[in-house]
């Protein structure tokens, strides 16, 4: 047993995810009555090995979720996977994969991307560390639902507005739904964005008083792109705020959602390939590694 | 055994004639207990829809389904009418043709609207009405039991059910539950008395709403629909304000002119707070100005528009048809191979009895020569002839049962019951 866990790999649940999102797709091809119980067994499978890769890692290498980039990235991804099998299980008709997958997906090879380096970290600073870390990770999932949710609601709009029937195996939620979710996930987005931001600035302080790791300059490139995230999704949740009372409100929010998300990519790529000293132990000279949003 | 089918559907039988042809429930359970009488051991269902009256019957070799005759003076004698005049109208079918007519039925594909779902709980009721009166037999059972079956998988298995294709379902299942989330919460108001709008209604309530509203230009005819509908009436000169308040209207007046012109509906906008409004404009000529729609949050749908869509699920069905077709065909197959290969089994049954009765005498001999074998020996020679009998037996068994897939498998029969000595 222990050697079949141990031997569990990322390319195990991705390989999962991809045939799950590949039934997904053929959805919009053709009905099978089987294809449901295939779709779920292979996500649930995906999970699994997902959940067993990550239970090992914290366990036998001492790499607890969000000690590292590489984890940060996986937890992200395994709480949206989680998120796609309770949504396909509650609403089996939606095709909520064809768009959390790619996320999960997208997720798993900016893990691939990342380092593995575990934070260096000490008792005081392990606290602090697992609070940023848990209200980043809170903030981008929320911003990542925030977007699925917001481009259904927009396909949803433009059959309504065509006054088309749905489609085959393309049955959205309702507008009333959609719009419920993105508004709810842009709040939850906005104010974790900003007890991830404060606790970063946080720990930065304790850092720099125990002299364990670097103390991150405000210039640092993360600092300056969390900086701008935040700026950002509070923007947004304001915006959508505001527009709330006004018929083309739930519209607004869906497109802010979507630009919200493409600021994160644009954060998280910026992180994968920037230098920064963030996460650096105090020795280090040179800022190599890139680190979790 | 036999299958024999007499009926007519909307397509053959004028309705005048069905509508004197039609059985209530307790008209069909009196025709079966006249059935049971008349054609004793024989088994029989009657299906009697608004659009079809069928009667399937069964029977076994020794008491044959009635012939299709007799069939149709019966119904012509339970319903009072003269047998001349249902003879060219009404189909027959017998055997295979019956099991894959009852299956088409059951499925919905023989249905004025293609995929209709009614039909499934009304053969359903047909097969209990049968079973009440004891005309329901083994035969018949399994040929319902095999079309329930076909309906559940054309419905699980292909999109014909799917798609609704009336106005009124199109409506709320495929625009205004696109909408809203749920009804139970919403507030509906109904404008004018149109036909489709007490349809549309009970759509709505299906859906969960509560809270309607009826305004009509009578206030008199307001109160009186409101009553009949379970709603609330109010008077013509509130529309303006009950608009502001709706989240769904469904319009259905007789007005030439639009009853809601874009002016109105500007200044009804401003105390609606952003909330959408899903507006079902199922009269002709329009009762909303079209550029209605286009304004944020309204979500505005003619007879038109909904017509297109119902037309465009009605295609939909249309492309499910050879899948379900296909199901169909499969069905019919595997229920006849199963019919075929129960008309085999007095025969199989002597040639284990003979085989059995062979091999006990030859065990009886050989345990009174060998008196020393010990009761574990002795069952386990017992058990190498049961299994030499069974393997011996596989073969002759195994091309019955393939040889029952394409058609009673009389010629093996024949041989067999030359070879073995087997009697009839």
């Not at chain 2, 009657?46 to 012939?67: D, I, K, M, W």
Request: aromatic share 8%.
């Amino acid at each position: 047993m222990v050697a079949f866990i141990s031997g569990i790999s990322v390319v195990c649940f991705v390989a999962s995810y991809a045939v799950a999102l590949a039934c997904e797709v053929s959805r919009l091809a053709f009905r099978s009555g089987m294809r449901g119980a295939a779709m779920v067994a292979f996500a649930a499978a995906g999970f699994l090995a997902h959940t067993l890769f990550l239970g090992w890692r914290a366990v036998n290498e001492a790499a607890v979720p969000l000690s590292s980039p590489f984890d940060w990235y996986l937890l992200a991804a395994w709480l949206l996977a989680a998120g796609y099998l309770w949504l396909t299980l509650a609403n089996p008709r939606t095709p909520v994969g064809l768009f959390l997958l790619p996320v999960v997906l997208a997720l798993v090879g900016a893990a691939q991307l990342s380092s593995r380096d575990p934070f260096p970290q000490s008792p005081a600073t392990q606290v602090w560390g697992a609070i940023h870390g848990m209200f980043n990770l809170a903030a981008s999932v929320s911003v990542a639902l925030g977007a699925v949710a917001g481009l259904m609601w927009l396909i949803q709009a433009g059959r309504l507005a065509r006054k088309q029937a749905p489609l085959q195996g393309f049955r959205m939620p309702s507008l009333e739904r959609l719009a419920h979710v993105t508004g709810r996930t842009q709040g939850i987005a906005a104010w974790t964005a900003v007890a991830g931001f404060v606790s970063g600035i946080v720990l930065n302080a304790v850092n720099g008083r125990r002299g364990l790791m670097e103390t991150v300059p405000w210039t640092d490139p993360v600092v300056l792109r969390m900086a701008a995230l935040v700026a950002w999704l509070i923007v947004a949740d304001a915006l959508a705020h505001a527009a709330r009372r006004r018929a083309d409100g739930p519209r607004v929010a869906a497109w802010l959602s979507l630009v919200s998300v493409l600021v994160l990519t644009v954060s998280i790529l910026w992180g994968l390939f920037g230098a920064t000293r963030h996460g650096m132990p105090a020795a280090a000279a040179a800022p190599v590694r890139e680190a979790a949003p | 055994m036999t299958l024999a089918l007499v009926g007519g559907t909307h397509r053959t039988v004028p309705l005048d004639l069905r509508e004197r042809l039609a059985f209530s429930a307790e008209q069909a359970a009196e025709a079966l207990a006249r059935f049971r009488d008349r054609f004793p051991g024989r088994e029989g269902v009657l299906l009697s829809t608004c659009n079809r009256v069928e009667f399937y019957a069964a029977g076994e070799r020794n008491a044959a389904a009635p012939a299709a005759e007799q069939l149709v003076s019966f119904l012509a004698e339970c319903r009072g009418i003269d047998a001349g005049l249902l003879e060219p109208v009404l189909s027959q079918e017998r055997d295979e043709a019956v099991a894959r007519h009852l299956f088409s039925v059951a499925a919905g594909l023989d249905s004025m609207v293609l995929g209709e779902p009614q039909i499934l709980a009304q053969v359903k009721q047909a097969w209990a009405i049968a079973q009440d009166n004891h005309t329901a037999g083994p035969l018949t059972g399994e040929m319902f039991q095999a079309a329930l079956r076909t309906a559940k998988r054309v419905a699980t298995e292909t999109a014909l059910g799917r798609e609704r294709i009336s106005i009124p379902s199109v409506a709320v299942a495929d625009f205004a539950s696109g909408v809203f989330e749920r009804f139970d919460d919403k507030r509906v108001l109904l404008v004018g008395a149109g036909k489709m709008a007490a349809e549309t209604l009970r759509y709505l309530r299906e859906a969960g709403a509560r809270d309607v509203t009826v305004v009509n230009r009578t206030a008199g005819r307001a109160v009186e629909l409101a009553a009949r509908l379970g709603a609330r009436p109010a008077r013509f000169d509130e529309l303006a304000a009950e608009i502001a308040a709706a989240d769904l209207v469904v319009s259905t007046t007789g007005a030439t002119e639009p009853v809601v012109t874009e002016e109105l509906f500007a200044r009804v906008e401003a105390g609606r707070r952003g909330r959408p409004l899903v507006i079902l404009d199922l009269a002709v000529p329009r009762d909303f100005a079209p550029r209605i729609g286009s304004r944020p949050g309204v979500w505005l749908y003619s007879v038109d528009d909904l017509a297109a869509a119902c037309e465009a699920n009605r295609r939909s069905r249309q492309r499910e048809m050879p899948a379900a077709q296909a199901i169909v065909d499969e069905e019919t197959r595997r229920f006849m191979g199963d019919l075929h290969h129960r008309s085999t089994a007095p025969v199989i049954e002597q040639l284990r009895a003979g085989w059995s009765e062979t091999g006990e005498a030859e065990l009886d001999r050989l345990f009174r020569r060998l008196p020393t074998l010990g009761d574990p020996e002795r069952a386990e020679i017992r058990q190498a002839f049961e299994r030499y009998a069974a393997k011996l037996l596989h073969p002759p068994l195994s091309s019955l049962r393939s040889e029952s897939r394409s058609g009673p498998p009389h010629g093996l029969l024949d041989a067999l019951k030359r070879l073995f000595d087997l009697k009839d």
